[in-house]
């Protein structure tokens, strides 16, 4: 495996990202090159202009905020005034626009328009960087996995956004299937898991029934604006009245600068306290102190008792969403065999404690909740890289994600293909007409779960008229769906008595057209290349000034000689020196800016240093002449 | 005499000047120098009042300094410390690391790579100036303006760029206002800038963290300070401070000219 080229699993949350391969057999997380395991799912265009993604926007995210883009996974793959972008638009600092067809989202950042995809390309591609920077090589190939409601064009999205990113994405797996994969769940055992996964900002539970490799989703349920994030502005708001009573009402509210650090600081003492019991807030200079006062700081213990107090209403939420998915199911706590942490929430004692008690049993602890979802992804991808001669490893077989199915009388929603059936795949179901004399039928083509066709998303219509006239019921209707193994959706309607038959394509987009889609990859290489192209120029520059240098030390001795016999430039060695420090310094920093302007001071010591060294050797030479 | 007793009197001293009452603005600046000796905005005031050349080494001038050469010889005592300690500049302390400029074979900057560096380009021609001579007639704008260019001549920068800030308030369109605004700011940044090295260069706290609540910081300084964690380079700090480049660079070198933070 290890001559093959790397292949890594993506795990692309709303939050947080995470990378991870296999290494000898054993699944890791690649560290990022700061050396963390989770990457901030947030690009942002910094006030100078500069792009900033992972760590660096979120430190920024709240002093700029208009610029910053996070949870760009809520929006992907959505229609432009659905209801989830409606929401999303209620709450989100930063801008949302339609697309140039006006179907699709479009965020503006810095006055400039992104795909949604393209926001997360640049999360993939970072994520990419540091994998190749981690193994020294160039990285292609990924699994990238999704919630397990994400229909077929939020997937088509992700895999988009995978395409921009320079990465081809071998599949897309869901990150409840991925969390039991990580477990090694479904090689020997046959039992219902229940996933709970609570992440920065959303909240997911999945029952899966696994068995003989076969990890079927029952059931999903949750809640998409619920997670770490609700938890961190709950300690926010407890500092901020505290710090209010304490100092004359000065709300940090008001101050993006204070509410960024006591951000920053409460996410930190929220993930402290889940290993010790207490933990200092120092916040030294927070704010202004007004009328020309000293800047205040603000110093504060948190408990781990206190900051349950504060968010135990959330943790209850967490365990009702629960309680109804499982209901809806028809799934009692005591048919579920394990029960699965997932996400950096679950890490909280008081969380743990909760899904604990509402099961009866401990949950599975054996992998990091933050980690396990991207060690599923690199599982996977390692199988589907290393082919079916390892055998040794579970391989997922590409499924329908969500059922696909047609609009019936009433609004209701008739299946045609059920979820989780193997593509390519082909079924046919025979409706009738619901009038007499009916002389036409609108099949509307649609995928979701649920039994209202309203609540399903629309992939596309069409009208199949010259039915012949007859009393209602009485004319056979043949609908077949077909999918091929690229997912595209064929739907055709027939009459069967007339041979009468339209037909519709539905493939899964994201939005972009195949165009737009070039264009932007196109950008991205562009952008690429230039990154690569200056390293290229950086490399040259350094070898021309180290080359330099080498010279120069070379006629220190002449020049050296030369200055004895003269009343002037008795520094000049020791400014060189200066000179050559600066331009040593550079390349250690790499920074190709500073190497650039200190080539011409270089040039001229060099030049300076020839000169000197030749006047040096020249009088010995003229009176070797005279004599 | 504390911090709000003492920019209460140098803003009695600054008005006093501007109205042109220059006498009274000397006795005001020559108290603040007697409770703060390292006071920069007073010891500039002073030497516009004196006339006072600082064209020696190590001094940036932009501009020949015609108001200090049209000015008359000093009258009466002179300052504390003479004018050639006055106005200290930024440049005064040299770069922290990694000078940026060469020195000339007689040694002092070499102000053509100064100007290259900074974008800083000759000044339209100063109008010629008495110290002393009160501006009654002209107007504040007129008045600042003035101040500026001697300021800027002068190689006080900050104390140049402050009064701009001040026409640009009245009259945000002033074309004269805006190429010193321009330029002081480009060589304020270059200053500060080169006070911080290379800008991949990561910087630490040189104190301990308990330590950093006894400094006199603002909540600005206290929100860059926070963000140096020992891995943030100062061209990400630049990005992630959300303030003006030249605020950023100024908060920067006088954390490190107060030995708060160092770089590596």
């Known amino acids: ?627 | 005499m504390n911090v709000a007793n003492l920019a209460e009197l140098l803003d009695h001293g600054i008005k006093a000047y501007l109205q042109g009452r220059v006498a009274e603005a000397r006795t005001v600046f020559e108290r603040v120098l007697a409770t703060d000796p390292s006071n920069q905005k007073a010891r500039s005031y002073l030497i516009l009042m004196h006339g006072g050349s600082v064209s020696g080494p190590g001094r940036p001038v932009a501009a020949p300094p015609q108001a200090a050469a049209a000015a008359p010889p000093r009258a009466g005592g002179a300052p504390p410390g003479g004018a050639e300690e006055f106005a200290p500049s930024p440049w005064d302390d040299g770069p922290a690391s990694a000078g940026t400029f060469v020195l000339d074979a007689g040694g002092g900057l070499d102000l053509t790579a100064v100007a290259e560096k900074s974008d800083l380009r000759p000044l339209v021609p100063e109008a010629p100036h008495v110290a002393g001579q009160a501006p009654a007639a002209k107007s504040d704008v007129q008045v600042w303006l003035q101040a500026a260019r001697e300021l800027h001549a002068l190689g006080d920068f900050s104390g140049s760029l402050e009064l701009i800030e001040k026409i640009l308030q009245i009259d945000p369109e002033h074309r004269e206002a805006r190429e010193y605004l321009t330029q002081n700011e480009a060589t304020l940044i270059a200053m500060y800038e080169s006070k911080l090295g290379p800008l991949t260069s990561v910087p630490r706290l040189a104190i301990k963290p308990e330590e950093v609540m006894w400094l006199n910081l603002d909540h600005r300084s206290g929100f860059l300070l926070a963000q140096i964690d020992g891995a943030v380079d100062y061209d990400a700090l630049f990005a992630l401070s959300g303030l003006p480049r030249l605020d950023t660079a100024r908060i920067l070198a006088h954390l490190i000219a107060e030995g708060v933070i160092t770089s590596q």
């Open chain 1, 1 to 627: 495996m290890s001559d093959l080229e790397p292949v890594i699993g993506i795990d692309l949350g709303t939050t947080n990202s995470v990378v991870a391969t296999v290494q000898g057999g054993v699944p890791r997380v690649i560290p990022n090159r700061s050396g963390q395991l989770l990457t901030p799912s947030i690009v942002a265009v910094a006030k100078n202009g500069k792009k900033l993604v992972g760590h660096l926007a979120k430190r920024q995210a709240i002093t700029n905020a208009e610029n910053t883009v996070f949870a760009a996974k809520r929006l992907i793959g959505r229609r432009w005034g659905s209801k989830e972008i409606e929401d999303a638009r209620r709450v989100l600092p930063y801008e949302l626009v339609a697309g140039p067809e006006g179907n699709d989202v479009r965020v503006t950042v810095a006055g400039r328009p992104y795909a949604i995809p393209e926001i997360s390309a640049i999360v993939l591609a970072e994520l990419r960087a540091d994998a190749e920077a981690w193994f020294g090589r160039s990285v292609r190939r990924a699994v990238v996995t999704v919630p397990a409601y994400f229909n077929d064009g939020q997937r088509q999205a992700t895999k988009d956004a995978g395409r921009i990113a320079g990465l081809e994405v071998m599949r897309i797996i869901n990150e409840p299937t991925s969390a039991a994969l990580a477990y090694g769940f479904g090689k020997q055992m046959e039992k219902k898991v229940v996933v709970f996964d609570l992440g920065g900002g959303t909240f997911d539970v999945s029952i899966l029934d696994i068995g003989k490799s076969v990890y079927d989703v029952v059931a999903v349920g949750g809640d998409t604006y619920l997670g770490g994030e609700d938890f961190d502005r709950r300690v926010m708001d407890w500092l901020t009245f505290s710090f209010a009573k304490e100092n004359g009402g000065i709300d940090l509210r008001q101050d993006k600068m204070a509410l960024q650090r006591l951000r920053d600081s409460a996410e930190k003492s929220k993930c402290e306290l889940s290993s010790v019991p207490s933990t200092s807030l120092h916040l030294p200079f927070l704010v202004g102190g007004g009328d020309g006062k000293s800047a205040l700081h603000l110093d504060k213990q948190l408990s781990r008792e206190k900051l349950e107090e504060l968010t135990k209403d959330l943790v209850d939420r967490c365990i009702a969403v629960t309680e109804k998915t499982l209901r809806d199911a028809a799934v009692r706590t005591s048919q579920v065999g394990e029960v699965i942490l997932v996400g950096g929430m679950t890490r909280m004692p008081r969380v743990q404690k909760a899904v604990k008690d509402f099961f009866g049993r401990e949950p599975c602890k054996g992998v990091h909740p933050d980690e396990v979802v991207a060690l599923g992804a690199a599982i996977q991808a390692h199988a589907l890289a290393a082919g079916p001669k390892e055998g040794t490893e579970v391989l997922l077989l590409d499924v329908t994600p969500q059922n696909l199915g047609i609009m019936v009388v009433g609004g209701y929603f008739q299946t045609v293909i059920g979820r989780n059936t193997t593509v390519p795949t082909s079924q046919t179901h025979l409706f009738t007409t619901v009038q007499d004399n009916q002389p036409s039928v609108r099949i509307a083509v649609l995928q979701g779960e649920s039994d209202k066709a309203i609540e399903n998303e629309l992939l596309g219509e069409f009208i199949l008229d010259g039915i012949r006239p007859a009393r209602r019921g009485e004319v056979s209707i043949e609908v077949t769906f077909d999918i091929s193994a690229d997912g595209i959706v064929g739907v055709s309607a027939k009459d069967v008595e007339t041979g009468q038959q339209q037909s519709i394509t539905v493939t899964a987009t994201s939005g972009l057209t195949e165009d737009e889609l070039r264009r932007i990859m196109d950008e991205h290489l562009d952008e690429l290349l230039e990154k690569k192209s200056t390293t290229g120029e950086f490399d040259l520059r350094r070898e021309r000034a180290m080359s330099a240098i080498r010279e120069i030390e070379s006629l220190v001795p002449a020049v050296q000689a030369a200055l004895e016999r003269s009343k002037f430039g008795k520094d000049a060695v020791q400014k060189a020196e200066g000179v050559m420090a600066r331009v040593r310094q550079a390349i250690d920093a790499r920074d190709g800016k500073v190497l650039a302007e200190a080539e011409a001071d270089l040039d001229r010591t060099l030049q300076l240093f020839k000169g000197l060294a030749g006047a040096g050797s020249r009088p010995t030479s003229a009176a070797t002449s005279g004599r």
